[in-house]
């Protein structure tokens, strides 16, 4: 069992504390109304829009230190729907890992629509959580707690692969979007 | 029925002439040692190695003026499986069509493994087929070709979008490098 805290009790903050509680873990979930209190998870699962990223490491960067901080957020530019806010060549992930260094940032579940995670299947297949990181242990300890859920954990490499999950992200949300995926659906990981 | 080219003769070429046979094409199909063939076809599918384009820009760029082009190449740089080997902000079909200002490029089949285009599905899902470009006639008659052979063709945009199906199409490849996902699966597109 892990202490996990969650940031976000919007749709995907509400299915990931629906995941984690399947698997006995204990949660704190917390959002904006809660900003003085302070994170005691040992995985902080930051399930807020990209947008909210910068305040919540200017406010809470000493508390995420040593910590497995998991990045959800997908940084796409809804003005114009044609492009992430994140420059081409790194990601929303890379951001935030160089502005907590002392944190194990770890990319997961931007590529997993809500409906998805309550269900734990995307059409016939287990919904798959890719995770992206660079540090080992922590990715480990995200997998434990997809895994726990009865979800298909799949280790997507370093952090530098949280480029190609947004990137998949994005086309995913812009077909659903157009209504060629289902919101419900989505990209499926066929093992 | 439309008249249609395929360069390469390889895995996907195969697959692919496979797949618009069965919509009953009139098909050309040539690989390196027919370089000296014209390619008659309205449609012309490059399926290469991505470094090929090169090639085949500098001997055939006259003749496939006017035609819709389709790329399905992944640049994946396989000395390092870390990068693409075009811009972070471009993508290969983007270079292609600037080496091609008369043709209508086409981003299509570069998500697809081999097999489930001989197969037909993905899992239990019927194999999508992602389709970018920028010329809205040239993208419909590619998804033709794709639904008489009994798939589903999804149109993913403007040929921008090709960058994200070539990521989406690196993560997959490395992934079943790295037997996380199946050779004949892949990412499933769940309506």
Known sequence: MANISILGTGNMGQAIGGLVAKGGHTVQQLNTSNADQPVTGDIVILAVPHAALTD?????????????????????????????????????????????????????????????????????????????????????????????????????GSLKRARELEALAFLQISLAAGEKLSWTGGFAAVA
């Open 56 to 156: 919540i490491v200017a406010t809470r960067r000493e508390q995420l230190t040593g910590k497995v901080v998991v990045d959800i957020t997908n940084p796409v530019d809804f003005a114009t729907f044609d492009d992430l806010t994140v420059p081409a060549d790194g990601s929303a992930a890379a951001e935030l890992a160089r502005e907590l260094p002392g944190s194990k940032v770890v990319k997961a579940f931007n590529t997993n629509f809500a409906g998805t995670l309550a269900t734990g299947s995307v059409g016939t297949e287990t919904t798959a959580v890719l995770i992206a990181g660079d540090d080992a242990d922590a990715k480990a300890a995200v997998a434990d707690v997809v895994t726990a859920a009865g979800l298909r954990a799949v280790d997507a």
